[in-house]
């Protein structure tokens, strides 16, 4: 018993999905199947690829080509599938523990290389998979096994660090903001080049119960409250930014793609040939 | 010489783990040996789950329970799991909620442990010590002050008091 | 399907974990968690906005019509 | 010269091996001694409408390389020891997803950096552990430039065949020497492709347990639509955690190789019907053997050569034969004693096994070989 | 309960026995079912004074742990299966350097992700050969909770004496159990520390080629401004490509474990004297042997059992002794046969070795132990 | 025969070094002895750490606490030494290869702790020790033995990335401009926190002479022709930078310290303990 | 039957490592079998540069020059460094400016190759190719014609005519 | 040292590789490769101004005094 939706784009013998009461990552995975939905992808051409993480499990749900590699490696793992057969359209769902830590390296190169992959990181701002440890986008102070504490480290900003790398397309969205996170979601699927979807999301297990923030329902509140739309944010100070989420679109850029451009260099090197 | 293999199961987020941990420590300050081990994975996130507890007065070579000879279940869903491989003749603790056929092949014990938590204590997180005090008077594996002591070891600073009205509580029970 | 379905808000209480997200951000209190579970306490309120639907976690609550109950 | 006859690098045959193979992508992440197989990829893949990339390092040149295996194209990366040890990890979990993919490890000076641009064999052990847990894994080494050639060609059959990553395990030697190559004529050489599936696309199994252990394997794309991780998964390709499940796929897993392995293996033999003495050795080591050999029977010494080609699955019941026959085996090898320890294994007590053993960043030299059989025959 | 004893999870006991150890470095990431050794680092080591630092993956761990060695502090890098793959090369480079540091692998089940949260014992060869090139290691493997505190003692001091990195091989049965554990008086433990130079600053040989094999080791900001490479260097620690050099360096690294291996190597045998079965066992799975031994000599069955706790180096001489006098070896491991390829080498022909392995997330239970009595009491 | 800094600072017996006529390495190596000088540090209380590559053999000169580690993990280790010794002045020398290819993880992740170590990138455009494939700051359409056809690949720049990782201390200096590229290096090491310093360098064998710019002279000349400083550029349209050298400082900021923040912890603890 | 180990020397940058691939290639062309080789990393770079060739008609077993038969050097640094191995009785075939005592143990050619190639010729870089000259005049170790189809083979587009002007004067100068 | 020492350029002919970068930017044209080799051909315009020592990457030309010669 389900929506068309979830009937036609998950595989329905594997639901329901092994993540906790509250967890947003069901609600920003099922924003990435309405973005699809949206564009009307055929199912075959689409590859979703996934790390590990509780985020990267995503893949195992959606009855796409479905791929979940190791940690870190999505996006190494996605750039030889868009180079074999660039037809495909290429997926990445991670999380900000397997992109922006173990990940961070090849999350920059494929920034900079402007392939025609979207990457949506569930940035739950905490390693939810094994435990609840700090990742590099745990605000400083916050609580994590590993940070018994309070979190000494600086975050990343996700968002600003793709921009620098080199993506084209670069947006904040939260699982709050559900129809906004799809809408960026389908830009970034449109965009020609390599688009970064950061989809704000919550832990309720790990870091709303360690850092006393309360259920799901607070921790959706919370996303609510610190949300700020760029344009707005544009206007304010930056102390009435801190500590807030600046969403909407945060780079809308064109540059030439990476597959594109190694076809041309096939195309040329035929040429001359003849 | 004792050698007891005992399971405690019920659901996620129940305190089964903590259950285990307080059983094995108060064994081990009663001089016997102990080992405690648990599931990780999937199976410890949500539905069932489970902690497992060995108490030896020698020495505890293979660590994990292979026969239980006490079952403890507070949930319906755990009682189903984990009967199956219960010894013959061992001892079923249950809560009282849950159904149980074909109880001639064990000693059954059903207590009103959630209910009693629930409704008298009003205090659903400590459903464990309650059980705890049940399980304890049932088995009398251990030296009820060294469970108490054990208790105060273990749980959360501030919680004191109640964790030890909720053992007394589970100990009238039965 | 040119055929329009009436479209109502159904529960799938198998999969429902009882966040009770749906519950808090439904516009007009259609909602409510009992037994741990979601259920329709107010069925007339709903407008059919599908903010349930969007932000469930567990794809346990969506608006449906009668074709796609089968 | 013929028009087929060339003058090449072993590194560069390799390429020229793994494109008649088939071969349409390369990952890559420079590393002497093995750079020229990514600059010679970078060069013709282009050409033939297959595709190059250099990757960001060694890990997501294996990632790339699988990626694109499972998309469909026949990939390939190469590397050395400090690179090798980096693509560990996801060459487990091509062992475990059974994508095939050919590494090439260009063997230097190690251990760490080591002695960079000078030879040595010392991944032989790595290249059957290098990763945690139990995993299938086949390797082969080539002594020549024609070998590098063929050698690819067959890294990729083996490896499109049985699902199952090959590492092509190469020394500086062999890779840098240019020696005289014949390019077999391409309707003569024997290509294999994965087997495909044949089911209709919603029954498709991408872990099937077939009767040959290997299940056939659609592309991403293709519209089969299938899942796959590196967690333990069933035939569906879905994680499952059931230990009898586990239990059996581990099994098929190490199965696969072991049940083909006389298709596998592969060993040269020189002069070994009646030799009391047997070198083993491989690679270019193999070549100052055969030349000590030689040098040994021109004395009137009973010397022969065995020489696997196929390192793991080592071709371990011929060996065996031989421990019956002969009374000493001498393992010459460019590293401190790792090959010694599987033929010890395997010999038992037939026979007396010695380490001709270095690691210095030169070469063994055939009268170094000499002096050992010299050594071997006082003992007796 | 006295109050020096506790219930304790392997995993902590073992961070707290480094801490007694004199740890005061932990670089870590984390990964189940190692995770609560970085956890409970974070947790204990600012209270001493000491440094927790989560890094951005395993190899930076493992850099930094290496990098913090070297800078004085007692240092130490846990992870499980794919962080260890991951960490090699980075291994490599503390054999090649000789900066002491302890790495603990927590096995879980493999290959690649496999089954995160199930035991397994997948690495025993990985452990000493998952680097590339021929280089030093010494790996240990507790049995217990008291042992992960202890050998976590050992594993340090091990370290610290022989400036090499020591493995410490965890499984999760040992990891995540709590038992009991009695710390024992700090007085008692014997810790050792790196030996310094004596010698003038300007004299310092990094890497002295001394009679026990072990250099001195002086740490950064002490004032003897060496130079660090994990090229192969000479005794003055540069980078030199003489093969006499190489040879002589790569030697003293593999001789200064083998020089010492009888104060390094420890094992426990049980009832192994008239044994006509002896089982090999490590870690959980030595539990479940012991209680099989019980279990058949309570039947009259001559069963006895050998437990190496120093993985590498191998037990080698005292096993061979044994295959002298029983008749059958049974390897029960939580893998498909890895150390029952170094028990074959070292049994030869004298006796018949058999493997009962197992990789399914299951330990191996006494039960399955006793089958498997039966099967080889068999073949007699 | 040397003059009286050289022989101070560098370990006599080992040179001359190993580097090309004409590598600039030398020059930005012998930038930083004197900023180093400048400073007045203390040799021994100095450690220099590096990666591989021609640029990495730099540690193998000079007369400090020297540590010549893996490609790309030079800040990871030096992370840890940092860390187990704050008193050491730690400087990282690495390649734009060893920095920003393998090593890019390592290096946003310094960036984001804002730990204090002073990295100086030697960017030649290349993997100069390989023998010169194409690195991640080749400019797109160069040659390089892996890119025989002209390189695809979009450039990372260098400064940028690290600024919006974190860094406090951000500048660009040339080869050519070297008593700019000495003070830049002096102010990164007085910065509490983490600093970048890109020093712009030649390979003229193979960078050079590949893509026919000419010896190692005209290679200067080229680096003197396309610098712009920062200021100047900041009036400039963005078609007049293209293929420019911004040169100076590009971020100055103050912000907590790793090492700082983590003996404050200890501190802290021990505050509680009593 | 034929079986020679060449070892040709000079500074790094004259193009020998070419020139033994020319040789190589050549004697294959032959129908000869050839191996080349030539060393790697930091005594690569700068210094003198060295290639090995063995030239055999039969198979060649151990890819390496153990002792040279011929020794080629092109600079004094060249020849001291690689003339501590030739085989005794070998042949030395040397640029003239070269100083060479000893020289009883051995065969010795003194050829004006660079003054030739820098003075008359006037393109440095050619010297290797002036020298094969030479050292097939003197070795006759492969066919002349098989000689310059392999230049034509390996030397760069346009400078053809070139190379084989500077091989014909080679020849010229023995 | 609190001696002030006549400093003059001081050529390392053994370091020197004939780049010719000191040669190029010296900006009074004191210096000449010579048989691939920096050579001191025009002292007397040397300003001393240091800029060939800060270029050179081999350390083989700089302004010492007689003290730094010994
Ligand atoms: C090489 C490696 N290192 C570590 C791990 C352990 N691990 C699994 S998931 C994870 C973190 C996941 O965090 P994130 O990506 O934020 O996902 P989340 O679970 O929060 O959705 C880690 C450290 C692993 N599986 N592999
Ligand atoms: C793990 C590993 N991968 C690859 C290499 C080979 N390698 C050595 S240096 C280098 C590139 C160096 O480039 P860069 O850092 O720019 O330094 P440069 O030589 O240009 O100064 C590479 C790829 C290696 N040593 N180790
Ligand atoms: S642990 Fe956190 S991230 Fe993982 S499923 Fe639970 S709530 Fe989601
Ligand atoms: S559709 Fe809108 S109004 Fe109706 S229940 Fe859902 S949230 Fe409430
Ligand atoms: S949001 Fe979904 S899972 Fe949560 S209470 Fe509502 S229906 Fe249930
Ligand atoms: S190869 Fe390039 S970077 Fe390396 S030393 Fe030569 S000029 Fe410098
Ligand atoms: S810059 Fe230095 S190396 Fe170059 S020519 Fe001048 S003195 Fe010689
Ligand atoms: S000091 Fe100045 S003027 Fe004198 S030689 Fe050097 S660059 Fe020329
Ligand atoms: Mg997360
Ligand atoms: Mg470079």
New binding site residues.
């Given amino acids: 018993m389900a929506s068309n939706l979830v009937e036609k784009y998950y595989r329905m013998d594997k639901l329901p999905h092994i993540w906790c009461a509250g967890c947003t990552h069901g609600t920003s995975m099922n924003a990435v199947v309405r973005a699809i939905d949206k564009l009307g992808y055929n199912q075959d051409e689409v590859c979703i690829v996934s790390g590990i993480g509780c985020s990267s499990r995503a893949t195992g749900y959606m009855d796409f080509n479905t791929l979940h590699t190791t940690h870190g490696r999505a996006l190494a793992f996605a750039t030889g599938i868009k180079m074999a057969n660039p037809k495909l359209k290429v997926i990445v769902i991670t999380g900000d523990g397997d992109a922006t830590a173990i990940g961070g390296n090849h999350f920059i190169h494929a920034c900079r290389r402007n392939i025609d992959i979207t990457t949506i990181v569930f940035n739950n701002n905490i390693y939810g998979m094994t435990g609840g440890q700090y990742s590099p986008t745990t605000p400083t102070s916050s609580l994590g096994t590993t940070a018994p504490y309070g979190n000494i480290d600086p975050v990343f900003n996700i968002c600003n660090v793709a921009a620098a790398a080199g993506a084209t397309y670069v947006a904040r969205g939260t699982a709050y903001h559900t129809q906004a996170l799809i809408n960026s979601i389908v830009k970034g699927l449109e965009n020609k080049g390599f688009s970064v979807i950061e989809a704000v999301s919550d832990c309720p297990t790990y870091f709303g119960r360690r850092n006393k923030i309360g259920d799901a329902v607070e921790m959706m509140k919370r996303l609510k409250e610190l949300s700020v739309n760029v344009k707005a944010a544009e206007k304010l100070p930056p102390e009435k930014l801190e500590g807030k989420i600046i969403i909407g679109e945060i780079k809308n850029e064109t540059r030439p793609e990476y597959t594109d451009e190694y076809q041309n260099l096939i195309d040329r090197l035929k040429e001359e040939e003849k | 010489m004792k050698y007891k293999e005992i399971r405690l199961s019920g659901s996620g987020g129940q305190g089964i783990i903590l259950m285990g941990i307080i059983l094995a420590e108060a064994a081990i300050m009663n001089g016997d040996n102990a080992i405690q081990s648990q599931s990780y994975g999937p199976e410890a996130r949500g539905g069932a789950s489970r902690a497992e507890v060995i108490i030896s007065e020698g020495e505890i070579d293979f660590p994990k329970v292979r026969k239980p000879d006490i079952l403890l279940s507070l949930t319906q869903e755990a009682f189903n799991k984990y009967i199956v491989d219960l010894k013959d003749g061992g001892i079923v603790i249950a809560d009282d909620k849950v159904k149980i056929e074909d109880s001639d092949k064990f000693q059954l014990y059903q207590v009103p442990i959630m209910s009693t938590t629930n409704d008298v204590l009003k205090k659903p997180m400590v459903a464990n010590i309650v059980a705890l005090g049940a399980f304890n008077k049932i088995t009398k594996l251990v030296d009820e002050e060294m469970l108490r002591k054990a208790i105060l070891n273990r749980v959360p600073k501030g919680t004191e008091d109640l964790n030890i009205k909720a053992f007394n509580m589970g100990i009238g029970l039965v | 399907m040119n055929k329009k379905v009436s479209t109502k808000?159904i529960v799938n209480k198998a999969w429902c974990k009882g966040c009770g997200i749906?519950v808090a951000f439904?516009?007009?209190n259609?909602?409510e968690i009992k037994d741990g579970k979601v259920e329709i306490v107010n069925p007339e309120?709903?407008?059919?906005?599908?903010?349930?639907?969007l932000r469930c976690p567990d794809f346990a609550i969506y608006?449906g019509g009668e074709e796609d109950e089968k | 010269m013929k028009n087929n006859v060339f003058l090449m690098q072993g590194n560069e045959a390799c390429i020229y091996g793994a494109i008649d193979a088939g071969m349409r992508f390369f990952a890559g992440y420079p590393i002497t001694p093995s750079t020229e197989l990514a600059e010679v990829s970078a060069q013709e893949l282009p050409k033939v409408g297959g595709k190059f990339i250099q990757m960001e390092d060694e890990i997501a040149s294996m990632a790339a390389t699988i990626g694109a295996s499972l998309a469909g194209l026949k990939s390939m990366t190469a590397t050395s020891g400090p690179g090798f040890s980096l693509k560990q990890e996801n060459l487990g979990f091509a062992c475990m997803t059974e994508i095939p993919c050919v590494v090439v490890n260009v063997q230097r000076g190690g251990p760490s950096t080591g002695l960079p641009t000078a030879p040595a064999q010392g991944e032989v052990m790595q290249s059957r552990w290098g990763t945690h847990g139990d995993h299938p894994i086949i390797v082969i080494s080539p002594s020549s430039v024609m070998e590098a050639y063929m050698f690819a060609v067959k890294a990729f059959n083996l490896s499109e065949k049985y699902r199952t990553p090959v590492v092509l395990l190469m020394d500086e030697v062999v890779a840098h020497m240019r020696e005289k190559i014949e390019i077999p004529d391409k309707s003569s050489l024997e290509i294999i492709n994965r087997k495909k599936p044949v089911v209709d696309k919603d029954k498709y199994l991408p872990y099937e347990d077939t009767e040959d252990l290997i299940p056939p394997m659609a592309n991403f794309g293709e519209g089969y639509r299938f899942h796959v991780t590196g967690l333990t998964h069933d035939e569906t390709g879905f994680p499952s955690t059931n230990p009898a499940n586990a239990s059996k796929q581990i099994n098929r897993l190490l199965n696969k190789i072991e049940m083909h392995k006389e298709d596998i293996i592969e060993f040269d033999e020189y002069l070994t019907e009646d030799a009391e003495i047997i070198l083993v050795s491989f690679g270019a080591v193999a070549r100052s053997a055969k030349s000590a050999v030689k040098e040994a029977r021109s004395q009137g010494k009973k010397v022969g050569l065995f020489r696997p080609m196929t390192i793991w699955p080592f071709p371990e019941e011929r060996l065996k034969e031989l421990g019956k026959k002969a009374k000493h085996f001498i393992v010459a090898e460019m590293n401190m004693g790792q090959l010694v320890l599987e033929v010890e294994r395997i010999i038992k007590s037939d026979a007396v096994v010695h380490l001709l053993g270095k690691a210095n960043g030169e070469i063994i030299t055939p009268d170094e070989i000499m002096d050992k059989i010299k050594e071997v025959e006082n003992i007796g």
């Fill in positions: 808000v749906c439904c516009p007009t259609v909602l309120a709903c407008t059919r906005c599908g903010l349930c639907e608006l």
